[in-house]
């Protein structure tokens, strides 16, 4: 039963991204071809909304579901690994016209085949949790 939320928030979230048209192949195209600036908008609020909250869990004047209160901790800038990462992550975006979150979405739609890809995303967080201590963090 306590999972029940996690549940609702997640169904609620695969209908905001559907209505917005966030998980599109078509508007993915569009933002990688810099045609629109649908995706831009979306992304950009996204970043807005999570630096306010980021801001907020660091004041301390929010806490996580069962009440407690979350200080993230300040990690060294990496950014060569941030360059690697988001390269790949860029890549397999453009390649299947499809960030990880949707995908489940997509797959909850009906569309089957986007099975290789969700497979795809777990060989290569396989990969990753392999190779993790060769990286640079």
């Known amino acids: 039963m306590r999972l029940l939320r996690f549940l609702l928030i997640g169904v609620l979230f695969g209908i905001?991204?559907?209505k917005s048209e966030v998980i599109s192949w078509y508007r993915i195209q569009e933002m990688f071809?810099?045609?629109s600036f649908h995706m831009y908008?979306?992304?950009g609020v996204a970043v807005i909304?999570?630096?306010?909250?980021?801001?907020?869990?660091?004041?301390?004047?929010?806490?996580?579901f069962d009440g407690k209160k979350i200080f993230p901790?300040?990690?060294?800038?990496?950014?060569?690994?941030?360059?690697?990462?988001?390269t790949f992550?860029?890549?397999?975006?453009?390649?299947?016209?499809?960030?990880?979150?949707?995908?489940?979405?997509?797959?909850?739609?009906?569309?089957?085949?986007?099975?290789?890809v969700i497979a795809s995303?777990?060989?290569g967080t396989l990969l990753y949790g392999v190779l993790r201590s060769r990286l640079p963090h």
């Open 16 to 18: 905001v991204l559907t």
């Open 33 to 35: 071809r810099f045609q």
């Open 41 to 43: 908008g979306v992304i």
């Open 49 to 64: 909304a999570g630096a306010i909250v980021q801001h907020l869990f660091k004041a301390g004047l929010v806490g996580g």
């Open 73 to 86: 901790k300040d990690k060294p800038k990496t950014y060569t690994a941030s360059l690697i990462g988001g």
């Open 89 to 116: 992550f860029g890549l397999g975006w453009a390649l299947t016209g499809a960030c990880p979150g949707p995908l489940y979405i997509l797959f909850g739609q009906g569309y089957w085949s986007i099975m290789i």
């Open 121 to 123: 995303a777990l060989m």
